[in-house]
């Protein structure tokens, strides 16, 4: 009994002595991991910092950007309604055909359902210049009309002073600059627009042709307006402010300094 004990308690010493190195080990993970952890907070504020340095870069430079090659700003029209002048024009019309007149203004017919436009159609939405704009309510049945009209008559009236142009080239430039914005900030585009003219085998690509059919030119729009909400998602714009249909007027806000995150 008395060699058992002996034996035990040299086993026990034994245990012990590594139970000691143990300690020891585990004391110095510890230590590891509070140098790693520093490490790690250290370099998570940096690149803390580092993120914001780049967002504030991008901010900069979307700002510089849309302020010197790409403006865009809300414009009040300041033609006159043809409604308004026949009614003063006209003595006899009554109060009646006026206000409805007036409620037919504010309302536009777009892909089989009337759309109201808050504006009353007074404001449009320019890109690169006041002469350069799109309708507010995002009605471009004008480059419908346009096309239809082209097919059966030609003329040097059917190619002057046209609003289709204008509808043309203010798309155009929004998806120049949709695509210069996802290159600044980083963020992959689900929509493929190209905004070049190039030459393929259905013909010129997007809204720089002019024989775009209904069919094209609704989708390519879908698809601007598509790529537009997912970069004012990514920087955080106020879903209230957004409208699916309202393409310059989203991408006014997306670019306005009043958006805290733009650049994230």
């Given at each position: 009994?008395?060699?058992?004990?002996?034996?035990?308690?040299?086993?026990?010493?034994?245990?012990?002595?590594?139970a000691q190195r143990h300690q020891e080990k585990k004391e110095?993970?510890?230590?590891?991991?509070?140098?790693?952890?520093?490490?790690?907070?250290?370099?998570?504020?940096?690149?803390?910092?580092?993120?914001?340095?780049?967002?504030?870069?991008?901010?900069?430079?979307?700002?510089?950007?849309?302020?010197?090659?790409?403006?865009?700003?809300?414009?009040?029209?300041?033609?006159?309604?043809?409604?308004?002048?026949?009614?003063?024009?006209?003595?006899?019309?009554?109060?009646?055909?006026?206000?409805?007149?007036?409620?037919?203004?504010?309302?536009?017919?777009?892909?089989?359902?009337?759309?109201?436009?808050?504006?009353?159609?007074?404001?449009?939405?320019?890109?690169?210049?006041?002469?350069?704009?799109?309708?507010?309510?995002?009605?471009?049945?004008?480059?419908?009309?346009?096309?239809?009209?082209?097919?059966?008559?030609?003329?040097?009236?059917?190619?002057?002073?046209?609003?289709?142009?204008?509808?043309?080239?203010?798309?155009?430039?929004?998806?120049?600059?949709?695509?210069?914005?996802?290159?600044i900030l980083d963020v992959n585009l689900p929509k493929k627009?190209?905004?070049?003219?190039?030459?393929t085998q259905q013909g010129n690509h997007e809204f720089c042709?002019?024989?775009?059919?209904?069919?094209?030119?609704?989708?390519?729009?879908?698809?601007?307006?598509?790529?537009?909400?997912?970069?004012?998602?990514?920087?955080?714009?106020?879903?209230?402010?957004?409208?699916?249909?309202?393409?310059?007027?989203?991408?006014?806000?997306?670019?306005?300094?009043?958006?805290?995150?733009?650049?994230?």
């Amino acid at each position: 009994d008395a060699e058992g004990l002996l034996r035990i308690k040299e086993e026990n010493q034994k245990h012990y002595r590594r139970a000691q190195r143990h300690q020891e080990k585990k004391e110095k993970i510890q230590r590891h991991n509070r140098k790693l952890g520093d490490l790690v907070e250290k370099k998570t504020y940096e690149l803390k910092t580092q993120y914001e340095h780049l967002a504030n870069l991008r901010r900069s430079h979307i700002l510089e950007l849309t302020s010197v090659i790409f403006p865009i700003e809300e414009v009040k029209t300041s033609m006159r309604d043809p409604a308004d002048a026949s009614s003063e024009s006209d003595s006899a019309m009554s109060s009646s055909t006026v206000s409805k007149l007036a409620e037919a203004r504010r309302t536009t017919y777009l892909s089989g359902r009337w759309v109201c436009d808050d504006h009353n159609g007074d404001t449009s939405i320019s890109i690169t210049g006041p002469w350069i704009i799109l309708p507010n309510n995002g009605d471009y049945s004008a480059y419908y009309s346009w096309v239809e009209e082209k097919k059966t008559t030609q003329g040097p009236d059917m190619e002057h002073n046209n609003p289709a142009h204008t509808i043309s080239a203010a798309l155009c430039y929004a998806t120049q600059l949709v695509n210069t914005l996802s290159l600044i900030l980083d963020v992959n585009l689900p929509k493929k627009l190209c905004n070049r003219q190039v030459k393929t085998q259905q013909g010129n690509h997007e809204f720089c042709g002019e024989n775009l059919s209904r069919h094209r030119f609704t989708r390519a729009v879908k698809k601007l307006n598509a790529n537009i909400l997912h970069l004012c998602f990514s920087q955080h714009v106020n879903l209230d402010l957004l409208h699916p249909l309202h393409t310059l007027r989203n991408l006014m806000y997306l670019v306005s300094p009043d958006t805290k995150n733009l650049g994230r």
